[in-house]
Each structure stands twice: as C-alpha cells, then as structure tokens.
C-alpha cells in the first residue's frame, strides 16, 4: 500500500513559479512509476507529467514540456513537481498518482492516489 499526500498549491501569479510536493508512505514507493494529473473546472483530467521508479525516465505533456519539471527522492520518500512559467490555463486541482499498470498518460491506470492540492494562476 502507498498514501500520497500533496502539497505546495496555492496562489501564483503568471509567469510564476510553484513547487508541488507529493508525500508518499509506504515501503515499495520507491518500486513505483510516479505520476502528476490535474483537473480544471468544468474540464477533463489531464495527465502532466510522469517519472520512473529510478528516476530516469520522464515523461511530458506537451502543454507543459519546458516550463514544468518533475522529480523523485527516495530518501525523502517524495515526488515534487517544478512548475515555472506559469499560466493562467495551468489553473487547476492536481493530483500524484503512483503505480501505473498500462499507459502512463492514463488516469485510471495508476493504484494510488492523493486528494490534490489547487494551483491557481491569475493573469
């Protein structure tokens, strides 16, 4: 079993930065591919971002690539996410996930899950 908590959201203003953290508990955290979703209102879950269990592979959606960068330490047992450059359109809830058993871009893959933290970017 893995818990995640996330943490880090909040309020930013555009072309700012944000740094999203995502707490993971449990003994094989470090066995699992790590990913970021969010959801805007009124809009579909969106994959952003994801890493492998070693870190050396990452892997990004095209609305962020460049601007967000995603990270893992083990020791830590933690998950961060970079986010620079922000827009307005990066509003959202977003949420960790870990453990994904098909497509990394998919939502429902993935076993676990936190209950996300806001990011709000006003232009």
């Known amino acids: 079993q893995v818990q995640l908590v996330e943490s880090g959201g909040g309020l930013a203003q555009a072309g700012g930065s944000l740094r999203l953290s995502c707490t993971a508990s449990g003994r094989t955290f470090t066995r699992y591919t790590m990913g970021w979703f969010r959801q805007a209102p009124g809009k579909e879950r969106e994959f952003v971002t994801a890493?492998?269990?070693?870190?050396?592979?990452?892997y990004y959606a095209d609305s962020v690539k460049g601007r967000f960068t995603i990270s893992r330490d083990h020791a830590k047992n933690m998950v961060y996410l970079q986010m620079n450059s922000l827009k307005p359109e990066d509003t959202a809830v977003y949420y960790c996930r870990a453990g994904p058993r098909g497509p990394l871009d998919s939502w429902s893959t993935y076993a676990y899950w936190g209950q996300g933290t806001q990011v709000t970017v006003s232009s």
């Open positions: 890493i492998s269990w070693n870190g050396d592979s990452t």
